[in-house]
T-cell receptor
């Protein structure tokens, strides 16, 4: 079956531009997570959705970051007025249950480069 | 300050050698997970340990969760070039009801033939 997919895989933006990153989770998965992975580092939590509800956005670095999952499936992470420090790989992960020990399946990520 | 300290950050060894990667914290975790990540791909789960003192084996890989559930280790026996990759530990803290993961910095393992 299909895994988690993300698009685009690579995005180059000029400083100040807005970008939108898409995540298609595994069908039927309740939980959806976004993580940010800087070069040479482990991923860092950004936000969590349970179906369409955004239950935790404590990891979003600033109010320029916004995420949505309006129908409880596809999710979009939007970054407004991009800055160079936003350059990173953005990973999406989904899991079937909301249970905290449930396995998360990660997508390949979107590599964002802000010039 | 990193909540999960992973060491070493880099490991370069010859095929057939053994190695251990450590993941330490001052915080208690309800579970610890180990992932492997290849370039250009997302992390892939290797194992989840839940009980303090738990030991799990996956072929040549042995995972251990500390008795106090604050630390974990990954031991690889007779490393192969195919083991090369980024290894990440990640924990779910005790207070969360969902799987919000806190990751270590990662260990880049290179196994030379």
């Amino acid at each position: 079956g299909a895994g988690v997919s993300q698009s685009p895989r690579y995005k180059v933006a000029k400083r100040g531009q807005d970008v939108a990153l898409r995540c298609d989770p595994i069908s039927g998965h309740v939980s959806l997570f976004w993580y940010q992975q800087a070069l040479g580092q482990g991923p860092e939590f950004l936000t969590y959705f349970q179906n369409e509800a955004q239950l935790d956005k404590s990891g979003l670095p600033s109010d320029r970051f916004f995420a949505e999952r309006p129908e409880g499936s596809v999710s979009t992470l939007k970054i407004q007025r991009t800055q160079q420090e936003d350059s990173a790989v953005y990973l999406c992960a989904s899991s079937f249950h909301k249970n905290r020990n449930n396995e998360q399946f990660f997508g390949p990520g979107t590599r964002l480069t802000v010039l | 300050t990193q909540l999960l300290e992973q060491s070493p950050q880099f490991l370069s060894i010859q095929e057939g050698e053994n190695l251990t990667v450590y993941c330490n914290s001052s915080s208690v975790f309800s579970s610890l997970q180990w992932y492997r990540q290849e370039p250009g791909e997302g992390p892939v789960l290797l194992v989840t340990v839940v009980t303090g003192g738990e030991v799990k084996k996956l072929k040549r890989l042995t995972f251990q969760f500390g008795d106090a559930r604050k630390d974990s280790s990954l031991h690889i026996t007779a490393a192969q070039p195919g083991d090369t990759g980024l290894y990440l530990c990640a924990g779910v803290r005790g207070g969360t009801s969902y799987g919000k993961l806190t990751f270590g910095q990662g260990t880049i393992l290179t196994v030379h033939p």
